[in-house]
């Protein structure tokens, strides 16, 4: 695939006072989020109705970008000192390129890691290590056929995924030509006033070595379980103390099993297995926060299986993330008084994982997120596309990516690991009893 860049700028936002506000102040969540752009793609065929060429389209959508920058200023931003970000006008680095060759001939190789990564303004999932990298990036890429990809690196200091799809909701209400406004923008500080920043965070705060720093080469695939596969799995989750797991939990604990057997099949040693998940507070809280509270409002639910045996029972994995998600932290006085504790608690993990003593998995769901509706005047996505590890990227640590698929309460799973325990997965019949590679692209719609 041949993609050539056109053009390359710093799209700034609409309002020229956003100089005059104080600087944004992050939370304590935010100081402890990991520092890296999470991507996502969306592709749009070219509506066969619209006169909107694709040069048209981008000066469109570029001008819709500096309206919602604007709102969302903080994106626009950059980071100072890991506590507040400041110089709103600094922009966002928006990139055109051409694409040689048919949307439909790219989106038929569902498995070309490397290729989607090329859609992108940065590479994904590595640790930053420039404290002065821009809060977001933006990259459209027009395909010789006029469908285009629009890709989206969001650094994960102010973005999780729900901040990332109420900006998107926003950017494209403002390029189909509403006002995009959301109510009470007063509320874009609320993160810090629950959780507020600590000024010298104590050297155990950093868990980098648990996210990253894992050198072994790496190897995504994408998988989808229908709506068959997984009211089986529901199924065979229950137990005595599982008796109504919900479709997620079931998911989550029967990929995580598999991870585990994965891991197993190439250290050839029973150890601990860690499953990190992030948990959105913002319904949690009291008062409750709007979805369109931007900031790293969630929680860590983390999940600890010590093996006794070679048999690894699913419900009692299911139990086990029941009980994590459950007791996540939400409450603001808990987190800050039990902050030393929980920091105390992630480096020992860290330690854990980095000494090889414990295998550690994260799972993220974008199923309540991106919802496939940002439509930007062309019409919704054809596909909304999570890019993930690729060859050059040995930092990250196995990793589970959830979210939706076309097909009716079908579910779509992207997965890193190593390639040994790839290899493993590929030819583990019990998982591919539920699930196998498949295209989630429908390209009859392209």
């Not at 695939?221 to 068959?228: E, G, K, L, P, Q």
């Not at 992030?278 to 299986?305: D, E, F, H």
Request: aromatic share 10%; charged share 20%.
């Amino acid at each position: 695939m041949e993609v050539h860049i056109t053009s390359k700028q710093l799209v700034k936002p609409s309002s020229s006072k956003l100089h005059l506000l104080e600087p944004f102040k992050l939370s304590l969540l935010d100081q402890l989020a990991p520092r890296k752009y999470t991507p996502g793609v969306f592709f749009y065929a070219k509506p066969s109705d619209s006169d909107i060429d694709s040069s048209q389209f981008s000066e469109q959508l570029k001008q819709s970008l500096s309206k919602a920058l604007a709102q969302f200023y903080p994106a626009s931003g950059r980071l100072k000192k890991n506590l507040f970000i400041t110089d709103f006008d600094e922009g966002v680095p928006y990139v055109e390129t051409r694409v040689k060759g048919r949307l439909s001939d790219f989106i038929g190789q569902t498995q070309n890691i490397e290729a989607m990564n090329r859609l992108l303004p940065c590479r994904p999932f590595c640790y930053i290590e420039d404290s002065t990298a821009p809060q977001l990036a933006v990259q459209l890429n027009i395909f010789d056929c006029g469908g285009i990809a629009l890709a989206l690196c969001a650094f994960h200091k102010v973005f999780d995924g729900t901040t990332v799809s109420a900006f998107m909701n926003s950017w494209a209400a403002f390029s189909r030509g509403s006002n995009g406004e959301i109510p009470n923008p007063g509320l874009l500080g609320a993160s810090s006033r629950f959780f507020p920043p600590i000024e010298s965070m104590p050297d155990n705060a950093d868990v980098k070595s648990l996210f990253f720093n894992d050198v072994r080469r790496k190897i995504t695939r994408t998988y989808v379980f229908d709506a068959n596969a997984i009211s089986t799995l529901k199924m065979k989750a229950k137990g005595k103390s599982l008796e109504h797991p919900s479709r997620v939990l079931a998911l989550s604990a029967f990929l995580w099993k598999h991870g585990i057997q994965a891991s197993r099949s190439v250290s050839a040693t029973l150890k601990p297995a860690i499953l990190c998940q992030p948990v959105n507070i913002r319904p949690r809280l009291k008062p409750q926060l709007p979805i369109y509270s931007i900031g790293n409002l969630y929680s860590m639910a983390i999940s600890m299986y010590s093996p006794v045996g070679e048999d690894i029972d699913l419900s009692e994995l299911g139990v086990l993330v029941r009980e994590a998600t459950q007791s996540a932290p939400n409450d603001p006085q808990v987190v800050l008084q039990g902050f030393k504790t929980m920091t105390d608690g992630l480096s020992h993990l860290a330690e854990m994982v980095s000494k090889g003593d414990a295998d550690f998995f994260i799972l993220s769901s974008l199923l309540n997120t991106l919802d496939a509706d940002e439509d930007f005047g062309w019409g919704k996505p054809t596909l909304i596309s999570t890019p993930a590890v690729d060859s050059r990227n040995r930092e990250l640590r196995n990793w589970f990516y959830l979210k939706k698929a076309k097909q009716h309460k079908a579910i779509e799973v992207w997965i890193t690991l190593s390639d040994k325990e790839m290899d493993f997965l590929e030819h583990d019949p019990e998982f591919l009893a539920f699930t196998s590679p498949k295209s989630c692209f429908d390209k009859s719609k392209i």
